[in-house]
Nanobody, 113 residues
């Protein structure tokens, strides 16, 4: 059973930073890919970033976000800088292994103007 637990969300002022963490049960090196998605109120869930053999980011981030993995800690991070009110959303960790997709419960990020 794969479990993903996000943390690190909260309330921050525009221009501030947050680092989200996603702790996985078992070795994350077994995952084909791990990434982050987000869902704002009234909107569909959207892709943010993924880490596999390479890293990929959604265009809206424009270098503000960085995804990283610490295999020793079975944790994936999302460093978010220069946050904007439009970044307000629930952020979800995502992992893919052997054709199956797993999701965390989400962590709320609120950016005030």
């Amino acid at each position: 059973q794969v479990q993903l637990v996000e943390s690190g969300g909260g309330l921050v002022q525009a221009g501030g930073s947050l680092r989200l963490s996603c702790a996985a049960t078992g070795s994350i090196s077994r995952f084909n890919a791990m990434g982050w998605y987000r869902q704002a109120p009234g909107k569909q869930r959207e892709f943010v970033a993924t880490s596999s053999s390479s890293t990929n980011y959604a265009g809206f981030m424009k270098g503000r976000f960085t995804i990283s993995r610490d295999n020793a800690k079975n944790t994936v991070y999302l460093q978010m800088n220069a946050l904007k009110p439009d970044d307000t959303a629930v952020y979800y960790c995502n992992a893919v292994r052997e054709g199956l997709t797993y999701w965390g419960q989400g962590t709320q990020v609120t950016v005030s103007s």
